[in-house]
């Protein structure tokens, strides 16, 4: 056995047995491996950042961590943004990453590169494996590693020898560490705060914190104490509609976060932190919330979110909250697209169980309010602020959601930045429909011109036009072997959003917006 083949076998007896990949010819061992091992299921990204994506919007929906194969440093190096996301998003992600023989490193060959050094930022784990006899054995740590609460981004990086060398051994799972559990002390204090004080928030974040069970049981604590309750601006996963409570998230804009939160005097974290600015802008505060509020943590990110709602509920002696109703299911919108009228169709014809996935950056920050009454869903955001994620992301997580439709509200800017995952949508003929809003300029970029105080001129707003040439995006799916059409209005929107909700594969809607 050649170190490739323990690894491959390694991962599945760990419990991994997907695998993004984007391979080159220091990963060709690899390669061969998973042709002869049966088990594996092996999806081909056209560039490594979608490669990286699809694995992140893999955890986000199946809960365990898909391997990624990438090739040498600069393969990493194409993935990263990406990588960052996962990060934030608190994903796990087994990377395998090839690397020049160990012989031949000194050489200083073309693709030689600082690999470690590209893995260390986004990785809570990096090893590179010396010699064949060892790779299983690095491998079963990796996957530890990434799953891990709340989940990790680990690294294993292969030089090519360590593949091709004969001697692989293939190694036992290792155990998952327990997920911690609240400090029963922090159960308390944030008990004594909640009846003791006033203008208290709750604030979620994480998906352990945003599950219906989580939800339902911050619900009981609202419902008992009076007390605020959001979500963070950016979270992994949010179980939304009907059934489940109507929280809103931190606004993203420093202005509108500030007025929101300025009566709070004590915020409650769960898996979250005190809300921050996304960005620092001149004369305005980095903390979005008042300088004299103070903070309580219930639970920390890597600590079961949910439990530590139940046992703060039970220390309070809040009794099952009824989720209030949302109201009807709101009818498809009409005329002129808008940001309201966008929200209130997907609520409309959306699937039971839809998975949404949003990029749709600063043209749906007010898409909460519109789709609470839509069917249950869970709805994946971006999480690090590198564009990008969409795509990928919702290719991955229809791999992930074991058949659930995928709607993703796309950006069009954003989006030409991993466009090559509609070629894996349908290579794999997977179930998402993508709404690209299409304004033809780099809409939030503009605001931000603002916001910093700046005052663009013509060649700065050349760089935020879209439009010379325009991008034909249904020419563009067509060629990538996605079906797509062009939607002017919302009459049309929602009879294209029928079309690709009935369709066994993936479907485009331009929105001209």
């Not at 490193?105 to 690999?115: E, I, V, W």
């Not at 940001?339 to 039971?352: I, N």
Request: net charge neutral.
């Amino acid at each position: 056995m050649n170190g490739a083949e323990s690894l491959v076998h390694t991962l599945l007896k760990s419990g991994v047995d997907t695998c993004f990949a984007n391979p080159g010819t220091s990963e060709m061992h690899f390669v061969a491996a998973l042709d002869r091992i049966p088990g594996m299921r092996c999806v081909l990204g056209l560039q490594e950042n979608v490669v990286t994506g699809m694995a992140d919007g893999y955890w986000r929906m199946a809960g365990k961590p898909a391997a990624t194969l990438l090739h040498c440093g600069p393969g990493l190096a194409n993935g990263l943004a990406n990588l960052h996301n996962a990060r934030r998003a608190r994903s796990g992600i087994v990377n395998c990453v090839g690397d020049q023989a160990t012989y031949h490193r000194p050489f200083d060959a073309p693709l030689t590169a600082d690999t470690e050094g590209f893995a260390r930022g986004v990785s809570a784990w990096v090893r590179t494996s010396a010699k064949a006899s060892e790779v299983g054995r690095d491998a079963a740590a990796a996957v530890q590693a990434a799953r891990t609460a709340p989940g990790q981004v680990a690294t294993l990086i292969l030089p090519s020898d360590t593949c091709w060398d004969e001697g692989g051994a293939v190694a036992e799972p290792l155990p998952v560490p327990e997920v911690q559990q609240a400090d029963p002390l922090a159960v308390r204090n944030a008990a004594r705060v909640l009846r003791e004080k006033r203008n208290v928030l709750l604030l979620l974040g994480g998906s352990d914190a945003l599950t219906p069970g989580a939800q339902e049981q911050a619900w009981r604590i609202v419902a008992a104490t009076g007390c605020d309750i959001l979500a963070e601006t950016s979270n992994g996963r949010f179980a939304r509609g009907r059934g489940r409570p109507q929280v809103e998230r931190v606004p993203y804009p420093a202005d509108v976060a500030i007025a929101r939160l300025a009566k709070v005097e004590h915020i409650i974290l769960v898996g979250s932190r005190g809300p921050v600015g996304f960005f620092a802008y001149p004369d305005k505060p980095s903390r979005h919330y008042p300088e004299g509020a103070t903070l309580t943590v219930l639970s920390r990110p890597e600590q079961a979110s949910e439990a530590a709602l139940r046992a703060l509920a039970e220390e309070l002696g809040a009794a099952a909250a009824a989720i209030p109703d949302p109201g009807p299911r709101p009818e498809a919108a009409r005329g002129a697209p808008t940001p309201e009228g966008l929200a209130r169709t997907v609520a409309a014809l959306m699937p039971e169980h839809t998975v949404v996935v949003d990029e749709s950056v600063s043209y749906g920050r007010g898409f909460f309010p519109g789709t609470h009454a839509a069917p249950a869903h869970d709805w994946l955001m971006i999480t690090g602020g590198a564009i990008g994620c969409g795509l990928p992301l919702a290719t991955g997580a229809a791999i992930g959601g074991g058949g659930r439709r995928v709607l993703n509200l796309q950006a069009d800017g954003s989006a030409m930045y991993t466009v090559q995952a509609l070629w894996t949508q349908a290579r794999e003929k997977l179930p998402v429909t993508t709404v690209i809003l299409s304004n033809r300029k780099y809409q939030i970029l503009l605001g931000e011109y603002q916001n910093v105080g700046a005052n663009p001129g013509r060649t700065a707003m050349d760089m935020l036009d879209l439009g010379n040439p325009d991008i034909g995006w249904v020419g563009m799916a067509n060629a990538l072997g996605v079906e797509a059409a062009q939607a002017t209005s919302m009459e049309q929107l929602a009879d294209l959003l029928r079309q690709g909700f009935a369709a066994p594969g993936p479907f485009l809607v331009e929105l001209m917006v």
